[in-house]
């Protein structure tokens, strides 16, 4: 193996709040180290059409504190192909790109496996998803960021159940995992979260709520992970017979989850696993995601991050039912 | 006319943020000035059902930053009856109730004169909704931080849309007004606004969108007043055949845009109508709403505040397309 | 005089929330209507040194949400002197700049309108500054967000100053002028406010102050306007003496109020005005300031705007007083 | 050792934001398993002062979100005493309380400690403080927000730096541990930190940052521990010498760093660990911090938490390094 003197980086996949905070660490971390940057825009699609271009320290300047990524970002139909992918292992040759830096969630790092292993490359994959899905690492580039977006817009929509004394269902994102979810139903106070983690009885959430709401509490929250069939319509709808005297209502977070300024938490996991992936190429590691684990910066096999079976704390679930009383 | 000792408040309609800095300056301006301030829960409901509590200054305390209302609200089925009205009446007299101090919208206000005129009872309304749709006053208590919300919101957004080169028909609220729409895609440098006060042509609407984006623009935001029929989701399914290489997308910001810690703003206006509705009772007003019209308390009578023409600044529209481009 | 073709802009002074919507404003507008616009960095400095590029509308894209001036901004000392207005005004020439837009406080323009005279030259001001003190236009550009960050500094401070019921005294920005000290005090519920516009007699204060906390209240705020002689440290130390029982402190907020992205109102106000620079280089106007009064644009001769006799509404201050038993 | 009935919890100390948050978790949880809570208010003053109220689910409701404490705190000089002690006995007896919650920093679970030993109470430590400084748990409750507030305040100060090309000092709280100041700086994209576990050479910095200034940035920002003798003045003063050309300000961030509602984080940990001290006082545990770590819940000895050497993770050292290039 040649010694690496070029790196390429990229976003892939849906765009997470500190996905630029890593652009700029891995573009600075390497520079300090001697390699130079290529910036790949719009992610897999950016590799098979050439759109590269060279960065300096100032081109990551001042981007830190920026939502979104400025890379752009897209969901490739092509890099699946196997033309496709061959275009892209063109591309590399030709602009002279030794190693790949990939900052995205499962498909996209899954993506960058493949492509390492059929080309013999050297991929590193830096966890860049709200979701928090990705196994190896406790946080993901983004997570705590949109957990903050959902907890003030829970905290707003709060204002107006309890004044008027309603019961509301908010849908927020994740995927298939419910840690955006459960977290943040506890960082919000909700009453209860429904998460995929877990089976949901709709007779034994009305119920549970009726107790809540004949205490003393006259409004309710209960945070809904997103899903194609059981979103909190679905669970608003169930429910609504139970509580005639109860104005039932649904919001659905949707977009605005995903953009904003990162938290300080997601910019400094983002700055630790931008220079944790210099670092790696530098040993000589092919083929991992950076991550952070018990606050050690961790090299993950990239075969590993993408297991569907990312530990979720039960635990979690009797705090939340604990003080939701 | 007997002379005014006690005056009760209440919120009604909607909830908007700064009722609690309103209902926080009624009172202490109210008891500074000698008065007996009691507390109506639930709205025109409370008044109906006796929900009454005599206030302190210590029961508003540390309230002014507090989304929502403490006094609840709701929208009334039994007031609008005779019997309802009746029934309030008689509540008013069994707490020695002399005025009536009403925060709350269009609907909120109308209820507050008519129930004054046919008891002849001392009602002063104050401006509280969001829509700032009341005639007569620069703006209304509320209608300042949900704009601002609404701005985050989108900048939010923003980060996702040109991350992904995306195309965003965002829905606010508004109800007939126009005027957070239009102020706000103002401030978030959205590409358009769909407001009831001007007919929006489809056709022409696309054709904007496409001069943008073939310029230099890879993304768009248009930002759409809630409307039963013509919302987001409308206008988002009428333009999508023309952009077939974007990715159109519906964000409805929902029940959010209502909460929140009351901006700057908000609070000082709440706060001085709120002293300028005590000082209107012991100039001998009536049956006006008291607002802020060229940086001046005024008063306004109730049945002109009502009025459904509110005037809308059609020059915004152009600063909007100048920007846009 | 000839037609105006290009159009030239700078920040100066202090820098306020606001000024890159003003920028974005100007450049936009101008193109909307076949104007060049003409970026000339940091101030009447780059003016002399000739830091000049042309704008197109991609230069201000993104901008609207930022806090600070990408034109930079300095306080030149050669300015103020012939030889560097000569040089300016050379600059201008070469440049084939035909009319000058500056965005700034009191200083920056009356610079503006000297230059303007002594070489007859299209010069329009942009009221950009916090501290609000610009006569002729109700608002300046950066007012309303330095207002919200005050008063998001004291909400915070005062959960502090109840959990360990302290007295604070906090120093707010404003020069000359208590718009930002009173507005902000109004809107944090604090208890007092010093400001210039009124004298203080610190044994009334101390007595004010001891009557509220003898009551119920086991915290007290202070917001004092910054003086060079008399500010927070002062009056902290000279009441001291009169609460034994309670811990003093002083919070000086400091260079944090300048800066963060712009609220709603000030991007509008930053837009409005903007185009209205524009609309009033095609209308022939010279030497004036565009505000906004009573929600109007309005424009107001230099030497007016410059004035330093801004109204200061005094019945803010029964306000306060009123809401702070 | 009888069984436990009655848990009194308290605060002490320097407030926390989520202090309230830790409040509500063992005051509900403990309700849910069959405990009485009372309320101690202002720490060890009210233990020793008797000033103690019986807590219901009731009397928590809302309070996930405040900032500060509302059973206040203080750092109570009679405590320390023998005879401050026994009295704060004697209030246990007498009310009947069991077991002791306390949340606080270093000093006030020392004093829980000193206080259990003495006579053999069981008191459970909560971590709550801002500065990160409590062995045995990856973070305080308070931390994260705490680092929030500083990156905000320093994103603010960097668009006035970055404006004005400026040389910025800014001191941030932490006490004798760097956490809160090398954590922020990485956060905000500090060029440099100066932190109590490193010496810092003054001439080492001025060429560091002389070094940056050369390259491209025109501006600086130095986050400063704090420290009673060499704060951000002490070494503002020491480099201002070598940046002739340039301006060097101090911002000295102060009390706002305490306040504010909490983040995400720190309500989920204050929730965790306040269900975790109610476990604890059912499993038997005594005279432990409940703490979390790799995130779990843990139960550390409180001789052990208040030990001074929590590690700090030096690598961070270089991370800033080589991205402040």
Redesign the interface.
Known sequence: MAKIKTIGIM?SGG?A?G?NAAI??VT??G???GFNIKAIYRGYEGLINGEIKPFT??NV??I??????IL???RSKEFPTDEGQQRAYETLVKEGIDALVVIGGNGSLTGAMEFARKFDICCIGLPGTIDNDLYGT?NTIGY?TT???????V??????A????RI?FVEVMGRDAGFLAQ??A????AEAAIIPEESTDVDQLAEFMKRGIR????SCIVIVSESPKCGAMYYADRVKNEFPDYDV?V???????????P???D??LA??T??GAIEAIMQGQRNIMVGV???E?VYVPLSEAIRSDKPF?K??I??LE????
């Open positions: 976003t765009d709040p996905m700029r660490a600075r971390a520079i300090s180290n320290t100032e300047s001042g830190i504190g920026m939502g979104g990524t752009k970002t897209a406790d705590d957990m903050n977006t959902i907890m003030e817009c905290d707003r929509i709060r204002d107006t309890q004044s008027h004394e509301f977290n943040s506890i960082a919000c106070g205490k003393s509490k006259k209502r919001s659905i977070l949707g977009h605005l989850q995903r953009g904003g300024t938290t300080a938490r910019r400094i700055s630790r931008g220079v684990r018990n606050n910066v704390d635990k979690l009797k705090v604990e003080l939701s009383i």
